[in-house]
């Protein structure tokens, strides 16, 4: 069966300070703006022409946790108005270990936030320091305790391996700290090394490597460490207790639609993929002067059929199902295992791959050769 559930994004770009490693479009400094920005946010939602039912909700940063929780609750007031919220809409918000306050938790409970996102990236202070994170790993304890004080059971701690002088045995120990936490989902990514941060500058003076083995052998420690307390990967690069993998994340690798609203917002609507300005005065300037259309500030492009099959492909090879056959034949109207015989053939004999009840899926050496992969049917 189809899955049609739809699921909204909010982009909130500000944070307290920038870290070394960071490329997203989000804003140290600019505190001055919050306001008027949550004033364009309200209008763009307002805006939105379809009338959506949505099963998920998810504030992304940026750090939402940064601003104050009472424009998160009226953010969230205002979509409830504008969308039909599914009875058990999952409602996740990302937050930074410090910015995290009991008060602020209460507010997000009331308002109806069911899941919480901690930006932990590291249990060891040294690496923290150097990616220029503000928290510590204290912080992160007290995040996670309040977090559950709070009556959270849903939460996730995103953590990072191959940073600057993490060792294997440091990238463990961080995950049995994470994990001793008592979190039902853990996302695990390896640093990427984007142009223009400061981690890039030591990248390019020699100062910082990465070493593709020893990146291998921590992503195999995760799979290990994190599976011997119930937390299986659904997801190449993330873990949960049964029944704890995020829906917001899970609609987008099905293909589902999202809207995304805020500076920088990506939406998938129909066969078109938007993407809203990440220039926040143009942001705010646009919603604040009578924009008539929800999309007055983003680029659209309509995907080609063919686009749109490889699209679903290198997400449906992300999961830990793999790529439902029957599924891609309704989308597509082509049969996958006929459209890549060959592929399937030669990837599942090198043991990369397998076919299992109508799922053609990646097996564990073929995640760690995922990018390899996936580039064959592109
Ligand atoms: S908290 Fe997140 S969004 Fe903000 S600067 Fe750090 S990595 Fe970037």
């Known amino acids: 069966m189809l899955n049609t559930d739809k699921g909204i994004y909010i982009h909130i770009p500000f944070c307290a300070s920038k870290c070394a490693y960071c490329d997203f479009v989000s804003y140290a400094g600019r505190d001055s703006l919050i306001e008027s920005y949550f004033e364009a946010l309200f209008r763009q939602i307002e ?180 599976a011997s307390y119930g937390l299986r990967r659904y997801e190449i690069s993330n873990f949960a207790l049964p029944g704890r993998e995020c829906r917001h994340n899970t609609d987008c690798w099905d293909f589902c639609s999202y809207a995304g609203f805020g500076a920088a917002a990506c939406s998938f609507i129909r066969n ?41 492909i290198m997400l449906a090879l992300r999961k830990a199902s793999g790529l439902n056959e029957s599924d891609f034949s309704a989308r597509f109207g082509e049969d996958f295992r006929k459209m890549y015989t060959d592929i399937i053939r030669e990837t599942v004999s090198e043991g990369l791959a397998e076919e299992v009840g109508g799922f053609y899926r990646l097996t564990d050496r073929g995640f760690d050769l995922a990018g390899y992969v996936t580039k064959k049917f592109l």
């Not at 910082?208 to 990146?215: A, C, G, K, R």
């Not at 990440?278 to 492009?301: C, K, L, N, Q």
Request: hydrophobic share 35%; net charge negative; with cysteine.
């Open 272 to 312: 078109t993929r938007l993407e809203t300005t990440g220039d926040i005065g143009e942001f705010i300037r646009t919603f604040t002067e009578g924009a008539g259309e929800w999309d007055a500030a983003s680029t659209a492009y309509e995907e080609t059929a063919g686009e749109l099959a490889e699209d679903y």
């Open 47 to 226: 805006l939105f022409p379809y009338d959506w039912a949505v099963n998920t909700v998810y504030f992304g940063g940026g750090t939402p946790s940064y601003v104050d929780a009472r424009l998160i609750s009226e953010t969230l007031e205002k979509t409830a108005r504008r969308f039909t919220l599914a009875r058990d809409c999952e409602i996740s918000l990302e937050a930074n270990p410090n910015s995290l306050s009991p008060k602020k938790l209460e507010i997000y409970k009331k308002a109806g936030i069911n899941r919480i996102s901690i930006g932990a990236q590291s249990m060891d202070d040294d690496i923290l320091r150097l990616i220029g994170r503000a928290h510590r790993r204290s912080d992160t304890v007290k995040a996670a305790e309040n977090v559950l004080k709070a009556g959270f059971d849903n939460f996730n701690l995103d953590l990072m391996f191959s940073l600057p002088k993490q060792t294997a045995a440091d990238f463990e120990d961080t995950l049995k700290a994470a994990a001793d936490l008592g979190v039902p989902h853990i996302s695990c990514y390896s640093l990427t090394l984007e142009e223009n941060t400061p981690i890039y500058r030591l990248y390019e003076d020699g100062t910082y490597s990465q070493d593709d083995e020893i990146d291998r052998q921590m992503y195999r420690a995760a799979l290990e460490i994190l």
